[in-house]
T-cell receptor, first 114, second 111 residues
């Protein structure tokens, strides 16, 4: 059972570079989301999707783009990396936003912007 | 915007003792979740609470939800070292499909 798979696990970027964090789930979940985790701030929602072709902004969307062309994949793009985007990024999925099931989280991507 | 507050932020307790972690949230919600995170690891679901008065128990952990008070508690009974971790509550927004996390409670159980 793969669950939610995130790649890469670690990445170092220079300021101004762009990159895509990959997220895939094999549970046929409708809802997928991206969070960033910073010390002392818990997890904050960046973007989310309630199904293929539908995305929306969360609490902290600036500097990030997402797309959801398939049910399985939900990549997160950093357009022009900034040191403030240094964080641990988690992708999660759940059956539906309104369900009796929790979110399933990937292992995270640890991103450093120099 | 929904605000979620957890307290305490840090908790050091001796094995065998009981303690409660509190999760307060600012606006109406009917979905509350508890997760556990070990250092450097992902989040693992512990409980899903969907109605007022809901109570769930797993081993030494028991979670409850009071939607009228906008309060959830995670009670630890007779703590053991294996419970050392960071515990997060998360609340689902009633106005959309967003989830808001507390800042987490870092629990250390001392032998």
């Amino acid at each position: 059972n793969a669950g939610v798979t995130q790649t890469p696990k670690f990445q170092v970027l220079k300021t101004g570079q762009s990159m895509t964090l990959q997220c895939a789930q094999d549970m046929n979940h409708e809802y997928m989301s991206w969070y960033r985790q910073d010390p002392g701030m818990g997890l904050r929602l960046i973007h989310y999707s309630v199904g293929a072709g539908i995305t929306d902004q969360g609490e902290v969307p600036n500097g990030y783009n997402v797309s959801r062309s398939t049910t399985e994949d939900f990549p997160l793009r950093l357009l022009s990396a900034a040191p403030s985007q240094t964080s641990v990024y988690f992708c999660a999925s759940m059956v539906r936003a309104y369900s009796n099931q929790p979110q399933h989280f990937g292992d995270g991507t640890r991103l450093s912007i120099l | 915007e929904l605000k979620v507050e957890q307290n305490p932020l840090f908790l050091s307790m001796q094995e065998g003792k009981n303690y409660t972690i509190y999760c307060n949230y600012s606006t109406t919600s009917d979905r509350l979740y508890w997760y556990r995170q070990d250092p450097g690891k992902s989040l693992e679901s512990l409980f899903v609470l969907l109605s007022n008065g809901a109570v769930k128990q797993e081993g030494r952990l028991m979670a409850s939800l009071d939607t009228k008070a906008r309060l959830s508690t995670l009670h630890i009974t007779a703590a053991v070292h294996d419970l050392s971790a960071t515990y997060f509550c998360a609340v689902g927004s009633n106005t959309g499909n967003q989830f808001y996390f507390g800042t987490g409670t870092s629990l250390t159980v001392i032998p």
